[in-house]
């Protein structure tokens, strides 16, 4: 009785290579639909499985291996007596090899047109059944899911005549995995479609986009995995065109870079390191925002991240390569730029198309045996209710400057206090462990600068010793959530030294 092996798929990528070699190596072969015209196309002898079922495909072909002649020839163990018997019972005849893909359900639901009806015809049924029953049997059957494996499996057969049972077994894994990341997006499109928010199960997916050297520290192993179509507008969609590999911290940097530039419509540079702002700069030209952006803290941002969300040219190029930098994140680079940014053999130079959508996306965050999501902190000063609670309003040149200050608090560690004019930060207080020390810590970077300053908080003030702080130190103008129990406190100091308030009534913690 010859060998068979089973063929149906989307990409069809090398398969009649594939399935020659096959075919030359004694293997009859079953397919169905758009592959096996391929095949026959190909002068490769294909039989149907409406042959060996004795059944025509019906409803549309939405069944056609869903067939104990398919199964039985899956799912038997070829060793076990009883189950030889029952083959030879019902007539049914092994299959050594399957080779399957999916219907492109991801592809399909990419297209901006895509209706209902077109994805729920790409939900594959048939291709997962028989991939999972494969999988469980491969003590007995070779399953293969991925081109890229075709070479391993035939390289196996012409040497050995089998294929390893340790590579059957890594075949199997793929194919779990690849079935679980089909299923976990379709999950997610339905859940998105029926409108749940919050899901009893949680199920999620990622691609490998590159394995890392290390992690957070050189004991640590990690990698780096995107999400499939997620936020374009992202690290795991930028495209690097110089520099050495980027590692686990520069990723993480990198990211927390892009968020906060993501926040400014006119020309704006961020300087990051460990994940904080260290110098954000706004002006008329991508030069004059990244030299504010430098002059805000010339001693931090060395080994730091810049991200930029104009075109980076020649004259910022000069600056930027006289700093050492990691990573230099923008829209597009001149040719004089790069010349002049590639001299340097490690410094990464990535770009990110910033005119995609900003696709939202839930913050996932792992914690020793769970996970928390939570939607993302779009929330804008835009979207505020802006309220002035003191007796003095802001002048013109200060709403600027609370602005700014108001994008940038959002994406500093809590407790979290930025202090800033109307183009450039001036002290950044991070991650402290009560607000006044945040604020002490801004203040004290800041120095004369902040004479004439504003203070940004990302939450309340528990007591008035930060409006206190700041006042002594030369704040103008203050802008913060409120809602403390105590916020008439704040206010009344504000009041006493003149100092205009402004409240949000929302606050950015970021933990």
Excluded at 167 to 196: C, P, Q, S
Excluded at 275 to 284: D, L, S, W
């Amino acid at each position: 009785m010859k060998k068979r092996a089973l063929i149906s798929v989307s990409d069809k990528n090398g398969v009649t290579e594939f399935a020659r070699s096959l075919h030359d190596l004694g293997y009859e072969i079953i397919s169905t639909g758009g592959t096996k015209k391929a095949l026959e196309e190909s002068g490769i002898p294909v039989m149907s499985v409406s042959e060996v079922t004795g059944f025509p495909e019906i409803l549309e072909g939405r069944v056609k291996t869903l067939n104990p002649y398919i199964h039985g020839g899956l799912l038997a163990k070829f060793s076990e007596p009883g189950h030889q018997e029952q083959l030879q019972e019902h007539g049914i005849n092994p299959i050594q090899i399957v080779c399957v893909n999916l219907y492109p359900f991801q592809q399909t639901i990419a297209k901006p047109d895509v209706t209902v009806d077109d994805a729920i015809e790409n939900i594959d049924i048939g291709g997962p059944t028989m991939l999972r029953a494969s999988a469980k049997n491969h003590e007995y059957v070779t399953v293969v899911v991925d081109p890229v494996d075709y070479a391993v499996v035939l390289e196996e057969l012409k040497n050995a005549g089998e294929v390893a049972k340790e590579t059957r077994r890594k075949l199997a894994a793929k194919v779990f995995r690849h079935t679980a990341a089909y299923d976990a997006m379709i999950a997610e499109y339905m859940t998105d479609l029926a409108g749940e928010e919050v899901p009893e199960k949680l199920t999620v997916t990622y691609e490998l986009k590159q394995s890392l050297r290390y992690g957070e520290n050189p004991h640590q192993k990690a990698a780096f995995y995107r999400k499939p179509l997620g936020s374009e507008f992202s690290i795991a969609n930028a495209t690097q065109l110089h520099g050495k590999e980027l590692s686990y911290n520069n990723i993480n940097d990198a990211d927390a870079a892009l968020q906060i530039v993501k926040e400014f419509a006119e020309p704006a540079a961020v300087a990051v390191k460990h994940m904080n702002p260290c110098g954000v700069g706004t002006g008329e030209s991508t030069f004059a925002a990244f030299t504010k952006a430098f002059e805000a803290d010339p001693v931090s941002i060395f080994g730091g991240i810049v991200a930029l969300n104009r075109e980076v040219d020649q004259a910022t190029a000069v600056k930027l390569h006289e700093i050492f930098l990691e990573i230099i994140i923008a829209p597009s680079f001149s040719q004089e730029a790069l010349e002049i940014l590639t001299g340097k053999k490690n410094i990464r130079l990535l770009t990110i198309p910033f005119n995609q959508d900003n696709k939202a996306e839930q913050k996932l965050t792992t914690i020793e045996g769970g996970l928390l999501a939570q939607d993302q902190d779009r929330f804008t000063y835009e979207d505020a209710t802006i309220k002035v609670a003191t007796k003095r309003e802001p002048t013109e040149e200060e709403w600027k400057a609370l602005k700014l200050g108001w994008k940038v608090v959002k994406h500093v560690k809590s407790n979290a206090i930025v202090v800033n004019d109307s183009q450039m930060t001036l002290g950044v207080g991070a991650g402290q462990m009560n607000r006044v020390g945040a604020a002490k810590i801004a203040l004290e970077q800041a120095g004369a600068r902040a004479e004439g300053a504003v203070l940004a908080s990302d939450a309340f003030f528990p007591m008035d010793d930060t409006v206190e702080a700041a006042a002594k130190a030369g704040i103008t103008a203050i802008i913060q959530p409120g809602g403390s129990i105590r916020d008439d406190d704040s206010i009344k100091k504000a009041d006493e030294y003149g100092i205009a308030m402004v409240l949000t009534g929302v606050r950015h913690f970021k933990h």
